[in-house]
């Protein structure tokens, strides 16, 4: 690790950045600071006022763009060779990013939690990821890395508490949320909200009548007499936002486990009532959290910053990244360097703020039209369920929950049963699991993507690398006791990914 690290977090408002030096007793925290943006007559302004300070004389740095300035896709390859996959990323990306990919930069994460092949993909306009670097060069040191959004805090929270749970950290900026969900140890989605402190700010102006300035100091001392309703409205709108985002995620197959807990970070977390009506919405537990007393981070006699959590975790996330290897993207381009990346970039790029401009306008109507997508797709997807509950349940006229009340009826006709019939499902599927474990050997590329049964037998759905493999997993499973046959009922090449996808059908043995 190099002397000294900065985590520069450039946000809409606001440069906050947090200088690191890691010694035999950890990590220290050598200056920390927030410079207002329009105070110091803009970016360069503030970054200016920071680096005048001499605990970040001669740091390498390491910086995160807006999420609302990359596009990120989940991807699925045949290998897991880096080499391969860096080389294969961009055609697989070309058709799906809001920008013409040849001139993007491109990194990827890990999203499949057994190591295997899907892949969540990052893409950046490199007019975008230059504009950061020219900034920054000559300030300090080397620019070491340049991730996205909120990412450096997310893989954190996975590293300081295990990310097993499915768990989303809201960013609550000025107009934006960034949104990471997680669970297994590995990032699953990320998007953004339109909407930020600026919208409860004029909410509040507006129910009561008063100067922006003093409803955003009511906003700050969490006093929202006489605008209270107005406030919970939009709230719980947002909320309801990221519940259909968790709810399409599920539909989709994506997560295999219910929301357990929420971490919210960014000035917006401050304002309280905006955390009780996300927990009472989502009925989940809302927590924030300090980067530094969690990693037992040393904060220097001298320091003289006052430190604000919310405020300075993602700088800090920024600045212990790379000592702590945690995951994230790094879409610093190969061979650019904070020392001569500035003469190039001024003679090349000229036009690139014009440029980054359109491509910016591109990547919000992106965003958008993905929003209203999910939204209908996940409307479409639950007028399915509530049509499939009311043809199965014509005598059920108060439909409220359709799953959570066709678990329960489900529950009642097994009570009413007494367990009593010429199939025990428990049974079988015990049986079934058993005999896939002790007969389909492990090296066999096996994932079972559905599992149905009744008295007639059982069926599994899955996918597979050739189709030698789907005789393969039948003639296994033939050799066990739990079953009188097995037979394919289909196999087929998937569309993309160059895989088999298989229903094997299943009579039980008598």
């Known amino acids: 690790m190099p002397e000294k690290i900065a985590g520069i977090d450039i946000s809409e408002r606001s440069v906050k950045a947090v200088s690191v030096s890691a010694g035999l007793k950890g990590y220290q925290i050598v200056d920390a600071v927030m410079v207002a943006i329009d105070d ?3 970016v360069e302004g503030a970054l200016a006022a920071v680096f005048q300070r001499e605990g970040f004389h001669g740091s390498d740095l390491v910086t995160a763009l807006p999420l609302r300035q990359c596009s990120f896709r989940t991807v699925h390859l045949p290998f897991t060779d880096r080499k391969k996959i860096r080389q294969t990323l961009p ?7 809001p920008f013409p990919v040849d001139s993007a930069v491109v990194d990827y994460l890990t999203a499949d939690a057994s190591g295997g092949s899907g892949l969540l993909a990052g893409a950046v306009p490199r007019s975008v990821v230059d504009e950061r670097v020219r900034l920054l060069s000559g300030l300090a040191g080397d620019i070491i890395a340049v991730d996205a959004g909120v990412t450096p805090v997310a893989a954190w929270l996975i590293a300081a508490d295990g990310g097993e749970e499915c768990a989303v950290l809201l960013d609550i900026g000025a107009s934006q949320t ?10 699953a989605h990320i998007r953004t909200f339109p909407f930020g402190g600026d919208r409860v700010t004029e909410t509040m102006a507006r ?4 100067d922006p300035l003093e409803a955003e100091q009511k906003k700050r001392a969490g006093d929202i007499e006489g605008c209270r309703e107005e406030v919970r409205v939009l709230a719980k709108n947002f909320s309801r936002q990221v519940k259909e985002t968790m709810q399409l995620l599920s539909f989709r197959g994506d997560l295999e486990r219910p929301l357990s807990r929420i971490y919210v970070t960014g000035g917006g977390a401050l304002f309280h009532p905006l955390r009780e009506e996300i927990e009472g919405t989502l009925d989940v537990p809302v927590y924030d959290f300090d980067i530094a007393e969690k990693s037992a981070v040393q904060f220097k006699q001298s320091l003289e910053t006052p430190w604000e959590p919310l ?3 993602q700088a800090l996330a920024m600045a212990i990244r790379e000592a702590r290897g945690s995951a994230g993207f790094n879409f610093l381009p190969e ?3 904070a020392g001569g990346a500035y003469e190039w970039i001024r003679r090349e790029l000229t036009w690139a703020g014009s440029l980054a401009s359109v491509i910016l306008v591109l990547l919000c109507a992106n965003f958008y039209l993905d929003y209203r997508y999910d939204l209908q797709q996940l409307e479409e997807v639950k007028e399915e369920i509530r049509k499939e509950f009311t043809t199965t349940l014509p005598g059920v006229t108060r439909v409220v929950d359709p799953i959570q009340q066709m678990k329960n009826k489900i529950a009642e006709v097994r009570k009413a049963g007494g367990g009593r019939g010429t199939f025990s499902a428990e049974a079988m599927v015990l049986s079934l699991l058993r005999d896939m474990s002790r007969l389909v ?5 096996f994932l079972v993507t559905s599992l149905t049964y009744d008295e007639d037998g059982v069926r599994i759905k899955g996918e597979t690398d050739n189709f030698n493999t789907v005789d393969s997993i039948k003639n296994s499973l033939e ?9 394919i009922s289909s196999a087929k090449l998937m569309k993309t990914g160059g895989r088999v996808s298989f229903d094997l059908k299943m009579e039980p043995a008598k």
């Open 91 to 97: 055609f697989e990306l070309e058709q799906s990013v």
């Open 40 to 42: 110091a007559g803009g």
């Open 479 to 487: 050799k066990g006791r739990a079953f009188k046959s097995v037979t």
């Open 335 to 337: 061979g650019a360097d």
């Open 441 to 445: 050997p492990e090296s066999v590329d």
């Open 207 to 210: 129910a009561l009548d008063i």
């Open 311 to 313: 405020l300075m975790n």
């Open 178 to 187: 960034e949104c990471i969900v997680f669970f297994e140890k590995r990032i």
